[in-house]
């Protein structure tokens, strides 16, 4: 069974912004990781095709499908690095509230992947039509 993960994306303003983030991070490493302090217990179902959820703003907007689960060691402790496809994958917007960490994210509660045509839509129109409830 496929599950998913979410997380605050702090410090990202727009998926324009992670975009370039990421681009950056894999130019210098050859790969986007993103290190938290709690291993899942749940990895296999991780990493058999499920992505990491971003609430970017207070909104979901956008995946990256997860490849890896590391264990790794940052300062003191043990942490995970999670190994994510660089490709973002818009959502449809999904609101949501501000919470510690990540959180598991089962595969019927998680939103669609915007068409192509929705997708297409610059983000700030795509954002106001949300709002709105007309997309």
Do not use: N
């Not at 994306?9 to 302090?37: K, N, S």
């Amino acid at each position: 069974m496929t599950l998913h993960l979410i997380k605050l994306c702090v410090g990202v303003d727009t998926p324009d912004e992670l975009r370039e983030w990421v681009e950056e991070r894999v130019a210098a490493t050859g790969e986007h990781t993103h290190v938290t302090r709690m291993f899942p217990r749940r990895a296999d179902e991780l990493v058999a095709g499920g992505s990491l959820y971003w609430v970017i703003r207070g909104v979901v907007l956008v995946r990256q499908r997860i490849v890896a689960l590391r264990p790794v060691r940052r300062d003191d402790h043990d942490a995970c690095a999670i190994v994510l496809e660089p490709r973002l994958v818009p959502t449809s917007p999904w609101p949501r509230r501000p919470f510690q960490g990540w959180r598991y994210l089962a595969a019927a509660d998680a939103p669609p992947d915007l068409s192509t045509a929705d997708a297409a839509l610059p983000e700030a129109l795509r954002a106001e039509l949300a709002l709105l409830g007309l997309l």
